[in-house]
């Protein structure tokens, strides 16, 4: 057992996060007028132990986000019973894509075709797999994702892959506050009408500080992790 998996917390504290997480993306859904297609809401759980995992389980969370593949290979095993949706958020290298198309049902972090392919690949015998292409919106040196003008050619790619389902795209934007949300929506508007992709439903951007602004661009999934589970411990 990893030391993920017994760190000490006040279970009465990180469901009284949670809950006022869900309270605030509620606010938002409505403020958006979107009541009939309501962003959902990604815990995500890196560094954190698999009990906080399951205690959320308990109240009806069951998307989670991991971002580091050996830590989420633990917890995926431990919680393997109950019914949560697994997304990996963090970058991909390609001596790690086995695991990652083998154990998640969601990837968030695709910019490259050699990923895609590989994923895809590792992917044959499994229902197919959601991905999202990261999108790198402000063009920072700092961030990882394909560049918008590169993005119709990594599209080209991808819908050739029968063991991928892709879905649409994640932003990680320079700052709150910036427009980087409505460029977001406008790159995915733009996609759908230059290409035929039956599943292109998902934006996945925002976070705790700026899901209001996200969800009312359009977001359809908000990863939230510090406003739920506390402080991360990376020792």
């Not at 030391?3 to 958006?32: F, G, I, P, W």
């Not at 830590?71 to 894509?97: C, F, V």
């Not at 590989?118 to 044959?124: F, G, H, I, T, V």
């Not at 991905?131 to 063009?139: E, K, M």
């Amino acid at each position: 057992m990893s030391s993920q998996d017994v760190q000490n917390y006040d279970k009465n504290e990180l469901l009284n996060h949670y809950q006022a997480v869900k309270s605030a993306l509620d606010t938002a859904n409505v403020l958006a007028n979107r009541a009939a297609s309501p962003c959902g809401l990604i815990a995500v759980s890196k560094t954190k132990p698999a009990t906080m995992i399951a205690d959320l389980v308990a109240i009806g969370q069951q998307d989670f986000g991991e971002n580091y593949l050996q830590e989420a290979l633990g917890k995926i095993d431990m919680l393997k019973d109950l019914p949560i949706t697994w997304h990996y958020i963090g970058s991909i290298q390609r001596n790690k894509t086995r695991d990652i198309a083998k154990y998640f049902d969601w990837v968030h972090t695709i910019e490259r075709d050699v990923i895609a392919k590989r994923l895809n690949e590792q992917r044959a015998g499994l229902p197919p797999l959601n991905v999202l292409i990261q999108v790198n919106i402000d063009d920072e040196d700092s961030k990882s994702g394909c560049l918008p003008d590169e993005l119709p050619s990594l599209i080209r790619a991808m819908m050739d892959y029968e063991n991928l389902r892709l879905r649409g795209l994640m932003v990680i934007p320079d700052k709150a506050g910036s427009d980087a949300f409505v460029r977001t929506k406008a790159l995915f508007d733009a996609m759908a009408a230059q290409f035929e992709l039956p599943h292109w439903d998902s934006l996945s951007m925002g976070m705790s500080h700026d899901m209001t602004d996200a969800v009312a661009q359009g977001a359809t999934m908000v990863r939230v992790g510090t406003a739920i589970f506390g402080a991360r411990d990376y020792r």
